[in-house]
């Protein structure tokens, strides 16, 4: 089993930025990605961030230019991420997601954001 933990949730005003953490711990065989998702009430899950080996990463439209992900120098399964010029529609609980070869997807405990206008 694979555990995450997340922190770097809060509240903050529009224009204004936010950096979550995520740490992975536990039976790590080899994680291929990490990421980020987000889920506002009453809407679907929705990728926001994906960092793959390599640090090749990837974004949605809808936050490109404004998050980025990146990896701890030290702790290669540990990542953050950057959000900068938060909008209202970014609010929605935070989760972290990893990948890993024999453990296969494990998700965090979910963190929550909340951008006002």
């Known amino acids: 089993q694979v555990q995450l933990v997340e922190s770097g949730g809060g509240s903050v005003q529009a224009g204004g930025s936010l950096r979550l953490s995520c740490s992975a711990s536990?039976?790590?065989?080899?994680?291929?990605?990490m990421g980020w998702f987000r889920q506002a009430p009453g809407k679907q899950r929705e990728a926001v961030a994906t960092i793959f080996t390599g640090d090749r990463a990837i974004y949605p439209s809808s936050v490109k230019g404004r998050f980025t992900i990146s990896r701890d120098a030290a702790d290669e399964n540990t990542v953050y991420l950057q959000m900068n010029s938060l909008k209202p529609e970014d609010t929605a609980v935070y989760y972290c997601?990893?990948?890993?070869?024999?453990?296969?997807?494990?998700w965090g405990q979910g963190t929550q954001v909340t951008v006002s206008s």
């Open positions: 997601n990893a990948i890993d070869t024999q453990h296969g997807s494990a």
């Open positions: 536990g039976e790590i065989v080899r994680i291929n990605a």
